[in-house]
């Protein structure tokens, strides 16, 4: 039986891959043991961001294999915001989840969301005790206190890779390159509700991150400018009354 306020929900958890070929496999048993236990109908979308190595092999097999599992593969490597767009755009239930394939979050912490998805447009995760370097770890904080400072969104964590969204607010985000590191304040923009909670988080279990102290500091600074001049001239609006006539027909009244 459902939770209350569960009822309508369906779920695509959104999976940017971009030379992940070391944790794609435990990556599938990690899922599989979430969807096993998912409360509401839910799949999950690879999106292959132009990886040059064996990624995309396994991404066919995990999908040809086990139920619940589709991918989309970009034409060549675009970035972040890019693949979550693809994602987004290719998504046809009502929320949208998102988490990355290095296994340094875990999916069964989406079980904690669910219950706070009737009352919120969005729910992210924060890292708790994290594993990750010195320096990734200082590159990041210093991000995210520069962006709660220039735009005072107020979220912790913004760069953790746990998150579920109201897919109608996802699918009106207003999409630039860069804009994985603001989507909690583009929801919060529509007047979307965010709820924050700890997450665990790990060591990551192959491969390299694709992230570096120049990408850290240096993109988010731009970027944090570029929201700031989009959100003045962000144009929202309700509708307070409307009147509907029938059209003219044939020409006359």
């Known amino acids: 039986m459902l939770e ?17 070929e070391g944790c794609l496999q435990r990556f599938r ?7 096993a236990q998912s409360p509401v109908p839910t799949q999950v979308l690879f999106v292959n961001d132009g990886s040059t190595d064996n990624s995309l092999h396994q991404i066919r097999q995990i999908c040809q294999g086990s139920a619940g599992y589709s991918y989309i593969s970009l034409d060549c490597n675009h970035g972040l915001s890019t693949a979550i767009k693809a994602g987004i755009d290719h998504s046809q239930t009502t929320h949208i989840g998102y988490i990355d394939s ?42 995210n206190g520069f962006r709660r400072y220039m735009i005072n969104d107020g979220i912790q964590d913004t760069g953790c890779p746990l998150k579920i969204m109201d897919a109608a607010y996802a699918k009106r985000v207003p999409f630039f390159d860069g804009m994985h590191r603001f989507l909690p304040a583009l929801i ?15 060591e990551r279990y192959a491969g390299y991150s694709k992230y570096h102290l120049f990408n850290r500091l240096w993109g988010p600074l731009l970027d944090t400018f570029a929201f700031r001049w989009m959100r003045k001239r962000y144009i929202r609006y309700g509708i307070a009354e409307e009147f509907v006539n029938q059209p003219v027909a044939n020409g006359h009244f």
């Open 102 to 143: 290095d296994l340094q979050t875990s999916p069964l912490d989406f079980m904690l969301f669910f219950e706070h998805l009737p009352h919120h447009q969005m729910v992210i995760g924060i890292r708790a005790k994290r594993k990750d370097t010195f320096i990734k770890k200082r590159s990041s904080n210093i991000a």
């Open 29 to 35: 048993e990690a899922m599989d043991a979430f969807l």
């Open 188 to 202: 919060q923009l529509q007047g979307g509700k965010i709820k924050q909670l700890p997450v665990q988080h790990f």
């Open 4 to 20: 209350r306020g569960l009822e309508s929900v369906s779920l695509t958890v959104l999976v940017p891959v971009y030379n992940e």
